[in-house]
């Protein structure tokens, strides 16, 4: 199983200048902040990144509610989903594994994901489903886990430490995929937690 952002498509500074963009009228001291906590928190929906932000961030400044800020971020984000690169060697890792079962494991939006990946073709890869926000990665992989749809030994490819930690929650292998990582201290981290890198899926083609 794949998660989305950094590793199946190109769309982490995508993500960040919209997360950026949107929280904008606060200040732009507010919205850095809150891009610098979008970017050390990877891979955790957009909905508790902007309860963090109007609780934490910004909690005495006037401006958009949750409900604007979470729309205003949309609209900005599936330009990007639509137009940003594709990982090479994504259908080449598909046709080398055709027995498998392909997940999408996401913090994005699940509604937005699957218009995306409609819309560019991508669907019929992941035959077991694409999944995302608003439930939370650790509780789709339980839920996927406890209908069979994931079956172990199972590997999750990923680009974040959450995406770490929700693979030894379900209990399953963790590949990190560093190319478009927005980590900066993925190498020592990695190294430490003795996790298997590539730089991109066209590294996992044999």
């Not at 330009?79 to 999408?104: A, K, N, V």
């Not at 926000?133 to 590997?155: F, H, M, T, V, W």
């Amino acid at each position: 199983m794949f998660d989305c952002d950094g590793v199946v498509l190109n769309s982490n500074q995508v993500k960040s200048y919209a997360f950026y963009k949107s929280a904008l009228p606060y200040g732009r001291e507010a919205a850095t902040d809150f891009v610098q906590y979008h970017m050390i928190n990877g891979g955790v929906s957009r909905y508790k990144k902007f309860e963090y932000f109007l609780a934490n961030i910004a909690p005495q400044v006037n401006g958009p509610g949750l409900d604007t800020l979470l729309s205003n971020y949309a609209n900005d984000v599936i330009e990007g989903l639509l137009s940003c690169d594709i990982s090479q060697g994504l259908m080449e890792l598909r046709e080398q594994t055709p027995t498998s079962r392909w997940l999408i494991v996401s913090g994005g939006d699940q509604s937005e994901l699957r218009q995306v990946f409609k819309t560019r073709g991508l669907t019929s890869l992941f035959d077991g489903g694409i999944f995302g926000s608003p439930a939370d990665k650790k509780y789709i992989l339980d839920r996927e886990l406890a209908l069979g749809n994931i079956q172990k030994e199972a590997l999750f490819l990923g680009d974040s430490k959450y995406d770490f930690e929700s693979a030894k929650h379900a209990e399953l292998d963790f590949l990190f995929v560093s190319g478009w990582s927005e980590m900066s201290d993925w190498q020592p981290w990695a190294e430490l937690n003795k996790i298997d890198t590539v730089q991109s899926l066209a590294n996992c083609c044999t």
